[in-house]
């Protein structure tokens, strides 16, 4: 019996721990920032399929009971995983790194990265840690409906891929790939992950004009002004990967983004729900590598700045308003 552990409780992570548990896995799932934003336990996920359009009513999955769920990243690692998937949002991408840093002598199993920043990580990667770290590109979406009941949107092939393809880590994406496929998630092995991850970082980088908004991708798409802005995103994301080296062929990678987005269909994203609910957002994580990029080589990139810009201010904005609510909850507790 394989077992598994998730760090992050959020729709993908929950997705995971359902479906590898219902291969027989145990699955143990940690709060990426401990009890802070996990204030009860999730014991119990509810799973449905909304993936064909055929169909009146969404495909029931079933009910699963985890193995467990912790707050506490020594305690977590400490059950010696077989696999230990990242699975959370970006703006907790650099402080999971560093815990698992802290407890990288409890490491025994290769680490996969799902992220969708394509250079969030890299400080990480590039560490000595003794096992395997994996990337992996998620093209899929699992919306969260009320207490861990679980919706699945739409599910297409998804990549992993190593920076260093060694003995070992080609090992362990093979058996990492061996249960992603039988859980149904269609992953393949891809040795120009980092390719791949730059195009996923177009796209979230282009769909977070949704934000602006507060609409889905599939009607964003067929509006023709913030149609205009995404295309014109997804043309400066094109410029920059070429002269990078991320993109071969510009042309190619612009219609590809664009039709990708095109086939989305409709339903308020991670980010549109953030912005909706006034939680801080990951676009300003996403974005802000793309623009540094851009200034590094010297490509005008007037639309991702701008986008840019405005989560720059909205999460700080949001941050700061967080911190004076709590501040004066405590004076007035004082």
């Known amino acids: 019996m394989l077992r598994i552990g998730i760090i992050g409780t959020g729709a993908v ?14 699955v143990f799932l ?22 064909n359009n055929d169909q009146v009513i969404s495909r029931d999955l079933g009910s699963i009971i985890i193995d467990g769920h912790c707050t506490d990243y020594t305690d977590f690692l400490s059950k010696d995983f077989d696999q230990l998937y990242v699975c959370s949002k970006t703006v907790s991408n650099q402080h999971i790194c560093q815990q698992l840093s802290r407890n990288k002598h409890r490491l025994r199993s ?15 990667i590039d560490e000595a840690l003794g096992v395997t770290v994996i990337r992996g590109v998620l093209n899929f ?14 599910l297409k092939t ?5 920076t260093e393809l060694t003995e070992q880590a080609e090992a362990d994406i093979l058996a990492v790939l061996d249960l992603l496929n ?75 983004s664009v039709g990708y987005l095109m086939s989305i269909p409709d339903f308020n994203s991670s980010l549109v729900l953030d912005v909706i609910n006034g939680r801080e957002t990951e676009a300003d994580t996403l974005l802000a590598s793309l ?9 005008a990139t007037p639309n991702l700045n701008f986008v840019y810009r405005y989560f720059d201010f909205y999460n700080t904005y949001i941050t700061q308003s967080q911190t004076f609510t709590k501040t004066i909850l405590v004076e007035g507790d004082a």
């Open 158 to 162: 998804s990549y992993l891929g190593c």
């Open 291 to 299: 623009v540094k990029l851009s200034q590094r080589i010297d490509i």
């Open 110 to 124: 290769p680490v996969v990265i799902f992220q969708n920043g394509f250079t969030t990580e890299q400080t990480f």
């Open 30 to 51: 940690l709060s990426s920032r401990g009890i802070r934003n996990q204030i009860s336990p999730i014991s119990q996920i509810q799973l449905s399929d909304d993936t």
């Open 182 to 256: 039988r859980v149904g998630i269609p992953f393949e092995g891809c040795e120009d992950i980092a390719h791949k991850a730059f195009a996923k970082n177009t796209l979230n980088a282009a769909a977070s004009v949704c934000g602006l908004v507060r609409i889905g991708v599939y009607t964003a798409m067929r509006n023709y002004a913030s149609r205009f802005v995404i295309q014109s995103i997804i043309d400066e994301c094109a410029a920059i990967g070429e002269k990078t080296g991320y993109v071969k062929d510009s042309e190619s990678f612009r219609r590809q």
């Open 141 to 154: 979406s699992v919306t969260l409906h009320g207490k861990q009941n679980l919706r699945l949107m739409f």
């Open 13 to 26: 992570a929950c997705y995971l721990a359902h479906q590898c548990k219902k291969q027989g896995c145990q």
